[in-house]
């Protein structure tokens, strides 16, 4: 268990719906990121944030938004799924900023039918 | 830039060699050099780190060494067991450090 929470697991959806990932960070850590794996694809940076503010954005769809709450705990809302929406999503938490490290939680598989 | 180059794509090697994976960055103001490890359906891993003002670490197995005048930093694992097989990425901090980019993964196969 890294300490990094992800939920669900798994989730199965059909094209055109909305979908909610959530994350809780390891206790301690007030930087979330996203980041999307897709089949045979590296790490793509989606969002960042820092003590409930954005602070960084990558290559993230405008269909795409995410937040995090006071408790630290984030969320990232994925809206009019598409076929090529199909991946595995991990949270990433760090103390502050990435060069004092990530730790990763296991992902939740999105899969958009 | 934010590149993070990435060789080779797989590797396979027999139980017992040494497996070398190499990764060449591009921002001249990286300091930060973490390697992660990926195994099938789980999230990636630390497994070993190294900052700019050293050049080289280890830890049992694995090493990493880091050359920032050609900027490129290498992992190597020796003394290789099946279950080092999994998906190896290198990262770096970008965007004025608030993120990880990382490179695009290497597939390492230990065979028996």
């Known amino acids: 268990d890294s300490g990094v929470t992800q939920t669900p697991k798994h989730l199965i959806t059909a094209t055109g719906q909305r979908v909610t990932l959530r994350c809780s960070p390891r206790s301690g850590d007030l930087s979330v990121y996203w980041y999307q794996q897709s089949l045979d694809q590296g790490l793509q940076f989606l969002i960042q944030?820092?003590?409930?503010?954005?602070?960084a954005k990558g290559n993230i769809l405008e269909r795409f938004s995410a937040q995090q709450f006071p408790d630290l705990h984030s969320e990232l809302n994925l809206s009019s799924l598409e076929l090529g929406d199909s991946a595995l999503y991990f949270c990433?938490?760090?103390?502050?900023?990435?060069?004092?490290?990530?730790?990763f939680g296991s992902g939740t598989r999105l899969t958009v039918v | 830039g934010e590149n993070v180059e990435q060789h080779p794509s797989t590797l396979s090697v027999q139980e017992g060699d040494s497996a070398v994976i190499k990764c060449t960055y591009s921002d001249s103001a990286s300091n930060y050099f973490p390697w992660y490890k990926q195994e099938l359906g789980k999230g990636p891993q630390l497994i070993i780190d190294?900052?700019?003002?050293?050049g080289e670490k280890k830890d049992q197995r694995i090493a990493v060494t880091l050359n920032k005048t050609a900027k490129h930093f290498s992992l190597h694992i020796t003394e290789t067991q099946p279950e080092d097989s999994a998906v190896y990425f290198c990262a770096t901090p970008t965007g004025g450090g608030n993120k990880l980019t990382f490179g695009t993964g290497t597939q390492l196969k230990v065979e028996l």
């Open positions: 944030y820092y003590n409930g503010e954005e602070r």
């Open positions: 190294i900052r700019s003002n050293v």
């Open positions: 990433a938490s760090s103390v502050f900023e990435a060069r004092y490290g990530y730790t």
